[in-house]
């Protein structure tokens, strides 16, 4: 299992460089021409220059002013910087923090800095810097600068979305973020369906009128409005469904594009991703560009239903943009009945061991699918492969992730029949058909770097049937008591197929 990556920390320099498209009335560098003053011994003494020690643990302060005329002309700041990811950074304007947006996440920019934490008049910005005992010579010489932008109302902008989640006969959802505090609602034919929701991520549940039409997401600052038309999946019918599932696009954006762009053309009700969504998920400017703008024209009309991988490393960003079929929309685990089939979520790095709470929460899942013809279930992490994890554990012993998958997964999805485990984590496509006629598909190729088949050793996955290095998703079709499932390449080969009949 991947872990955490340890913090970075100072550069060379340290430089804040603004990024956003603002308007021209707001566009205006607040700190152009700006002095800063430096301090290492806790604001007693100031220096024009950070004269930091040449050793040891050092915090380090920068500061400087500014002036506004006219605070109330900016909705909200800006303030964007290419400081190493990790560096342990503390940011006040006029004395008042300038929280990250969501915890735990590494920001290159803070939006939505509250346009009341400034005054009229003289302002001023601190920078509060930790540089560790390990930090080198050169990265104990730091220059601050700093752009700051106010942001006014016609800057308002869904950065990232609509996103459909979650969806049943009765109700759909929708999840967005917008660049600066916004109301956030959904409208069907001009009319409000769902109550407002204030801030900069929106997650909204709506519930479908008695009469169909056409529902637009709407989000205000003030009287700016933005609308983006929204086209959710209609109710599925009760025996044929068709969808996608798919994993792993991290870390090779050239061929996440071509996968996503093939999976904006597929006609389908649902896509499942298996995780491994960008490269670090705690780096929040990695999300838009890395997975969400390739993957906007699919899930403008297809539903997203997401696992968490080891690369997302707990990301709150999952939690929020990401809307499960649970109570609260936010759960790791997750079910539901969705037409013939019956779905399963879980984050299978969570304790799977016999007697633990997800182990029998997981039982209770099947339990209550009772007579239902079809059961997919959905983790990051295998429970046999022939790629790298398989090739490594096979060597190194079983990771928790795999011991649990064979121990207790594996057994209560045999017991129950399910019809398929669906599962990514290795970069590669793998069909394995354990015993009880449960079927295994690895689907890992949606952009991660692809790895060949790495071992004939049958010890590391004596089940495998099929296995392909090419980049691909999985198509999945119920129809009646039967069920089909197509590996196909961005440019529409098919690798493999399987399909079997409804459980008994």
């Known amino acids: 299992m991947r872990k955490q990556p340890m913090r970075l920390f100072v550069t060379a320099a340290l430089s804040l460089l603004l990024s956003c498209s603002v308007s021209l009335a707001a566009s205006k560098n607040l700190l152009a021409g700006a002095v800063w003053q430096y301090s290492v011994d806790e604001g007693k003494t100031w220096a024009n220059s950070a004269n930091v020690p040449e050793a040891g643990t050092a915090t380090l302060r920068a500061k400087t002013t500014f002036s506004i005329d006219d605070p109330a002309a900016f909705a909200s700041f800006t303030l964007t910087h290419a400081l190493a990811p990790g560096a342990h950074l503390q940011i006040q304007l006029n004395g008042q923090e300038i929280a990250p947006a969501l915890k735990g996440m590494r920001y290159k920019s803070y939006a939505g800095i509250p346009a009341s934490f400034a005054k009229k008049g003289a302002n001023e910005l601190t920078l509060t810097l930790e540089i560790p005992a390990k930090a080198k010579a050169a990265e104990r010489q730091v220059e601050a600068k700093c752009d700051l932008v106010g942001l006014s109302p016609d800057d308002l902008k869904i950065q990232t979305g609509p996103i459909l989640g979650a969806f049943g006969n009765d109700y759909f959802t929708v999840t967005c973020r917008t660049n600066m505090p916004a109301k956030v609602s959904v409208v069907c034919v001009g009319k409000p369906v769902t109550p407002e929701s204030t801030g900069m991520y929106h997650r909204l549940r709506v519930k479908r009128p008695a009469g169909e039409g056409e529902y637009e997401l709407l989000a205000q600052c003030q009287s700016k409005s933005v609308r983006i038309k929204l086209t959710p999946q209609p109710p599925v019918a009760a025996d044929k469904l068709t969808f996608v599932a798919a994993g792993d696009c991290r870390s090779v954006l050239r061929d996440w594009k071509l996968v996503a762009a093939a999976l904006g053309k597929v006609t389908a009700q649902v896509l499942f991703f298996n995780g491994d969504f960008v490269e670090d998920g705690l780096q929040d400017w990695t999300w838009d560009p890395e997975f969400f703008g390739p993957i906007q024209p699919a899930v403008s009309h297809m539903p997203i239903y997401a696992v968490m991988g080891n690369h997302e490393h707990g990301s ?21 009945q969705i037409g013939p089939g019956f779905f399963v979520g879980i984050n299978g790095e969570r304790n799977f061991s016999k007697d633990s709470d997800n182990a029998k929460w997981l039982e209770a899942q099947f339990q209550s699918a009772g007579k239902a013809k079809f059961i997919f279930v959905f983790s990051h992490y295998p429970a046999w492969s022939s790629g790298g994890h398989g090739q490594r554990e096979a060597k190194d012993g079983l990771s928790d992730t795999a011991k649990w998958a064979r121990e207790t997964i594996e057994p209560l999805m045999q017991k129950y029949k399910v019809t398929a485990f669906i599962v990514g984590h290795d970069h590669d496509y793998e069909r394995s058909e ?19 088949f790495l071992s004939s050793d049958l010890s590391v996955n004596p089940y495998s049937k099929a296995y392909s290095s090419k980049l691909h998703y999985c198509l999945f079709d119920l129809d009646g008591d039967t069920w089909t499932m197509k590996a196909i390449t961005p440019e529409g080969k098919v690798i493999d197929e399987c399909g079997g009949k409804a459980r008994e």
């Open 316 to 336: 709150e960003i999952v939690h929020q943009l990401f809307y499960t079929p649970s109570d609260s929309g936010q759960d790791e685990n997750w079910s539901q």
């Open 434 to 452: 354990l015993p009880g006629g449960l079927i295994e598909i690895t689907t890992g190729g949606a952009g991660a770097p692809t790895v060949p």
